[in-house]
């Protein structure tokens, strides 16, 4: 990638955890931001699933505070806290991409001359980088996990995966 980090929010990670797959991120990445509005996210949701991911425990992760005045110099947004958090510190950080699923998210990064990439950008990344074999077992690993996919982006996936 011609990044060299990766700033990821709530659902990047808790998705690529559901299908034992969050290891890409440093395997494809030199390093894996995750802010602390994102792991309390990741936190709460261990309340009701246990078997949420905690980041503190993934191998070359590290965990960053946002500045304040960073999240409040973004343009106004309805985002999360944690989409936010990503938004801000991949601007004050612009050697990384930001790792959002959620399109108002990616559209406020891009709009911000953000490089973007979700969850599914990961595994196709994965999948060219030879890290993994086949994209289609894992993004039907994901939607078995309640990951929200068209059909169109389903087969757009598979396409540029070169599974079609």
């Not at 700033?7 to 390093?31: N, S």
């Not at 070359?60 to 960073?70: F, H, K, L």
């Not at 950008?121 to 996919?149: D, I």
Request: aromatic share 4%; net charge negative.
């Amino acid at each position: 990638m011609s990044k060299r980090s990766i700033v990821c929010d709530t659902t990047v990670l808790l998705y690529l955890g559901r299908v034992d797959q969050a290891r890409l991120l440093t395997r494809l990445f030199e390093r894996t931001y995750v802010p602390e509005s994102v792991v309390a996210e990741l936190d709460m949701g261990r309340i009701m699933r246990r078997d949420t991911i905690d980041p503190r425990e993934l191998e070359g992760v590290q965990i960053v505070s946002v500045a304040e005045r960073n999240v409040e110099a973004l343009p106004p947004n309805n985002l999360g806290i944690g989409e936010r958090a990503v938004v801000a510190y991949g601007r004050s950080n612009p050697d990384s991409w930001a790792g959002l699923d959620d399109r108002r998210a990616r559209e406020l990064a891009e709009d911000l001359g953000m490089d973007v990439v979700g969850t599914i950008g990961v595994l196709l990344r994965a999948k060219q980088s030879g890290v993994v074999r086949a994209v289609e077992p894992l993004l039907s690993a994901l939607q078995a996990e309640g990951f929200r996919m068209g059909g169109v982006l389903h087969r757009e996936a598979l396409r540029l995966a070169g599974e079609e």
